[in-house]
Nanobody
Framework: QVQLVESGGGLVQAGGSLRLSCAAS????????MGWFRQAPGKERELVAR????????YYADAGKGRFTISRDNAKTTVYLQMNSLKPEDTAVYYC?????????????WGQGTQVTVSS
């Protein structure tokens, strides 16, 4: 199993910045990607950004392009989401996940989520 612990959420004014962290532990050796998702009240959970386990490639959904940056610290198996120029519509619970495969069977683990609230 893989355990994920998110931190860094909070309340910020529009235009401000936050950096979210997601620390992974456990059996991470079979993992190949980590991602940040978010879920606003009454909406589906959506992908925000994704990064390969080795940090070699990244993907951003349209909502965060140009404002959000995903990165990772391999030594600490921690993934970060730097969010700049935050907007009220960025308000949501942010979750990180990890994807991998063991003996041909894929897996996905999720963190508990961290609340981000952007005031106008």
């Amino acid at each position: 199993q893989v355990q994920l612990v998110e931190s860094g959420g909070g309340l910020v004014q529009a235009g401000g910045s936050l950096r979210l962290s997601c620390a992974a532990s456990g059996r991470t050796s079979s993992s190949y990607a980590m991602g940040w998702f978010r879920q606003a009240p009454g909406k589906e959970r959506e992908l925000v950004a994704r990064i390969a386990w080795d940090g070699g490639s990244t993907y951003y959904a349209d909502a965060g392009k140009g404002r959000f940056t995903i990165s990772r610290d391999n030594a600490k198996t921690t993934v970060y989401l730097q969010m700049n120029s935050l907007k009220p519509e960025d308000t949501a619970v942010y979750y990180c996940n990890v994807e991998g495969r063991v003996a041909g069977t894929p897996y996905v683990y999720w963190g508990q989520g961290t609340q981000v609230t952007v005031s106008s």
